[in-house]
Every structure is written in C-alpha cells, then in structure tokens.
C-alpha cells in the first residue's frame, strides 16, 4: 500500500478498472458514499453544505449530498458552473440528486456546519482564478470545518503545490491509493486527516501502471532490510568508515559514527586527522580510530577491501582536500554517503562529482535545499516540485538523492522515488543531518541497496525524533535507535 498515484496514473486506474467491468458510476457512488460516511461520523453536524465543481470531483459530491440527505441531514448544494454543462458519470449522479442545485458564486457558508469541498480534485489543470478561486477563499476565509473530496481543491495532486488557493481540511477522503500531493507539503497539511476509501478498483491495476512513487514507510524497503541473524558475524555487518574533519569540526563525524554503529554496522572506523584523534578515541569504546589526514591516507586505509561503506562530509572543510577525499573513497564494490562539505566542495562541478560517483557501487547524497541548489542548480530547476527536482538531480548525478525537508524526497537514477511524512518539526536541529548520513552509512555497510537504504535511513531518522520527543538534540538521535529498531523488528516478526 506504500504506491502512489500521480493525477495521470489515477486516471488510468480509473480507466482500467472501468475496462475490467466496473462502470464508473459505481466507482462515483463508492467514492461519494464514503464521503458521506466521513461527514456523517463528524460530531454535532446536522446543516451541511456540498460544493460541486464541473468534473468528477462534483459529481462525488452529488453523490454525497444524496446519501447524506437520505440520513436526514439538511443538505445544501451548490455547483460551481452550469449543471447543463455536466457530462458523464458526473452529470449521471446531478440527476439523481432532488434537492436543490444553488450557484456556487452566491454561496454563503454561514448556515453551515460543515462544508464538502467537492469542487477540483485530479482533474486540476492550472491556478484556481475568478469565481473559483473567489469560492475556495470564501470556504477557507469561513472557519467552518471542511471535509475534502480526494484533494482540498487548489492543491495539485502531482505536487501538493497550492494553485492559487486553497481550503484547509479537517479530513481528506481520497480514494484507491494515496497521491504525491497527500504527502508533499503544503498539500499534506492542508488535507488534515487523510483517508483511503476503497472504490472498487482492483489492485491488479498497479501492475498495469508500475507506479514508481512510493510513501517512505516500512513496507517499502523492509524487505531489504539487514535484520540480524543468529548466526550473524560483525564482519557480515559490514566495516564502515567515517571520515573526520579536524579538531573543532571533529563533533560532526562523531555524530555520523555513533549514528552508523547504532544503525548495526558491524564495525566503525573513524579516519580523523591527528589532531582529532584523542577526541574520536575517547568518545565511544566502540569506535576504532585511524590518522586520515588527506586522499592518500584514506586510500591507504581502504586497501582492506572489508572496508565498504564510507561517510564523509560532515564537519569535513570545503575545498580541493576534501575532493580529493572523495575520489579516494570511491572505487569498485564501495558504497559512499556524501553530505554537507563533501557536497558544497563539488559546488558548480555536478559533472565532476558525477564522474567520481560512477566508479562507486552505490552512492547517496544528503543535501539540504542549498546544498541541492549549489550542486544541481545548473541542471534542475529551482520552480520544479520536489519530486522532480529530486528525480532529475538523481538521474544527472547517477546516485540517490536525499533531499531533505519536512518531506524528504529519496529518488533513484532508475526513477524510483519515496516522500516521508514521518519527520516532526523539532528535528530541524543542528547535527541531525550527521546523524542522517550515519545512519545510511550503517545500513550500506550491511548490504542494503542504496535506494532502499536511503528510504530505511529517512524514516528511522524520524521515528527516533518521534520516539525522543520535543526538546531533542542531534545527540539523542542515534540513542533512540534501538527503540525504533526494536517495535519495527517486532512487527516484522523478527524479535
Ligand atoms: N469515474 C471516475 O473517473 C472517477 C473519478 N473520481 C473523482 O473524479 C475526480 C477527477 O475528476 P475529473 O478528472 O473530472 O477532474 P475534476 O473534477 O477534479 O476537475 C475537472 C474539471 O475542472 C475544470 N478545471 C480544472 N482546473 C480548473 C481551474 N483551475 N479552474 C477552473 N476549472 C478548472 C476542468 O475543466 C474540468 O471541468 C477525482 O478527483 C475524484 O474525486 C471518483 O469519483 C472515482 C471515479
Ligand atoms: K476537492
């Protein structure tokens, strides 16, 4: 349950579905029916009225405004356009309605307790302007609960992007699979609690459609997951290396490799520069400690081949050093994280990173939004939406982007893609991007494919702030870990 549908691949899934033998009037009065199930569950709502916009999306709505009428609710309906002007499916579920159709233009939400914004849903194709924006910005401006018929009409399913306006619901009922825009912000919040209803539409489609969006959740890549076994090695759990920065940058890595060896690599090495050293040594019992202080050194220590899982960024200095750092980490079966200074050392040089990362078996970049736009910039647009800008950075990089925020985008080269919608806001917080690229660190080094790892690491990352709680700090990250591991081990039936 982890696809989802952009508007075009929704409309598909209507059509198959369709062709398989389900008329779409049935899928309307499912979806109408459960939105009337939503309304009817709302506490003290006896007054409620239903805004219909010209597609489908009102044609839901009519359907609604039947059911809930026949439930003894007092129902008003108001239709954005002319109900001469129906067609379809839509203007089959108009005819079957008795009550009264008003102009939406004149609507007055005040004798309402609840409104169904029933008025745009996939079929959005440009900015709400005129009367339906002046219609959606009244119902916003209203203060009365909404509930939203697939989408809060003026976000873009594809993107979450708000087109021109938009109402903030109190719930979201969407209906077969959840879409981009459920999950992107500011689609996200506006759509308060989201819903899926089934329609009827077989899950069989998706085979047809081979969606490429997923939500990042466990079902997404726990099946390549490095759960350990019994008869597990350390050497089997992989040997990472973090790469330090000097001493009053050193936090950084430390962060990195308390994150990497939390996340079950089996053995962690920092390579620090000497200064550093004592810190790095001191600081967990667990860690071992090697003196890196440029690209030779580092590739001194990666001849041990067990060595296959590298970070470095972090704390690292931008410059030529630290390019150079990153040509000797990559090289044949090596899995890289780069982040931060490793990133913004390759400012401007997409091409010189991408020739780098080509030699590496998997890589991963974390960037936040400036880091995304001083190494992509030249090759993604900065108006695209995230989605896109993620899959294009991947594809011209070669390796997986992360690109960070409230709703992270992992995308792969291959066009596979995951938003997150797990993060709370308190773990915008310094050194918890250190943490991040740790934590990915640990699961390569156990074997994980980068896509997958990737994801795994987002969605862990955000389930141990949840599990911290308000008030954390970086530090705390890798600490909550084993908590997180332990419930999701659990429901995988693996403890
Ligand atoms: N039979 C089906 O295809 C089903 C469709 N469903 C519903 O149908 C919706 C999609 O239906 P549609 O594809 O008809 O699309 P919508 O009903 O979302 O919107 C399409 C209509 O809005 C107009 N429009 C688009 N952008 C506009 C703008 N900015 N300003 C003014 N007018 C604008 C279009 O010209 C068109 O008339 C889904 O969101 C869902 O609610 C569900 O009933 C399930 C079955
Ligand atoms: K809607």
Request: hydrophobic share 50%; aromatic share 4%.
């Amino acid at each position: 349950m982890t696809h989802l549908l952009d508007p075009q691949e929704m409309a598909r899934a209507d059509r198959l579905a369709m062709e398989w033998g389900t008329a779409g009037i049935t899928l309307m009065d499912k979806a109408g029916a459960a939105v009337a199930d939503v309304v009817a569950r709302r506490p003290l709502v006896t007054r409620v009225t239903i805004l219909c916009g010209p597609g489908n999306n009102g044609g839901d709505g009519f359907v609604a405004a039947r059911l809930l009428a026949q439930r003894g609710f007092r129902v008003r309906l108001a239709l954005l356009g002319d109900r001469g002007r129906l067609t379809g499916d839509a203007a089959q579920a108009a005819e079957r309605w008795r009550g009264a159709v008003e102009d939406a233009a004149a609507f007055d939400p005040e004798d309402a307790d609840l409104i169904v914004d029933a008025l745009f849903g996939a079929g959005l194709t440009r900015d709400l302007d005129g009367v339906a924006r002046a219609v959606v910005a009244r119902m916003a401006a209203s203060g009365k609960p909404v509930i939203a018929v697939d989408l809060p009409s003026g976000v873009d399913g594809a993107t979450g992007a708000v087109r021109g306006v938009a109402a903030q619901a109190v719930e979201t009922v969407t209906f077969f699979r959840r879409k981009p825009g459920h999950l992107l912000l500011p689609g996200r919040t506006l759509c308060g609690k989201l819903r899926v209803a089934d329609i009827g539409i077989p899950d069989l489609v998706l085979d047809e459609i081979r969606p490429k969006t997923s939500a990042n959740e466990p079902a997404l890549w726990l099946p390549a997951f490095p759960i350990p076994s019994a008869g597990g090695h350390k050497y089997a759990r992989g040997h990472a290396v973090v790469v330090s920065g000097g001493r009053w940058t050193a936090g950084a890595a430390r962060l990195a490799a308390r994150a990497c060896l939390r996340a079950g690599a089996g053995l962690v090495t920092v390579g620090a520069p000497e200064a550093a050293l004592p810190m790095h040594a001191a600081s967990y019992a667990a860690l071992m400690v090697r003196p890196v202080e440029e690209a030779s050194d580092l590739r001194h220590l990666l001849e041990d081949r067990r060595l296959s899982a590298i970070v470095m960024g972090p704390g690292l200095g931008v410059g030529a050093t630290t390019r150079d750092l990153v040509s000797a980490a990559t090289g044949a079966g090596r899995h890289l994280v780069l982040d931060a200074d490793a990133l913004t050392s390759f400012a401007g040089d997409l091409k010189g990173l991408a020739d780098v990362v080509g030699s590496a078996a998997g890589t991963v970049v974390t960037p936040h939004e400036g880091e995304f736009g001083r190494l992509f910039g030249d090759v993604v647009s900065a108006d695209a939406d995230k989605l896109t800008r993620a899959r294009t950075a991947a594809q011209a990089l070669g390796g997986v982007v992360v690109l960070k925020g409230a709703d992270t985008v992992v995308a792969a080269p291959d066009g596979r893609a995951a938003i997150a919608a797990n993060a709370p806001p308190y773990l915008a917080t310094a050194g918890a991007g250190d943490v991040l690229a740790g934590i990915i660190c640990g699961l390569l080094a156990q074997g994980m494919p980068a896509y997958e790892a990737a994801a795994a690491g987002v969605w862990l990352h955000g389930e141990a702030a949840r599990a911290f709680g308000p008030g954390l700090i970086a530090d705390d990250l890798p600490e909550a870990l084993p908590g997180v591991y332990r419930k999701l081990f659990e429901e995988a039936g693996a403890l």
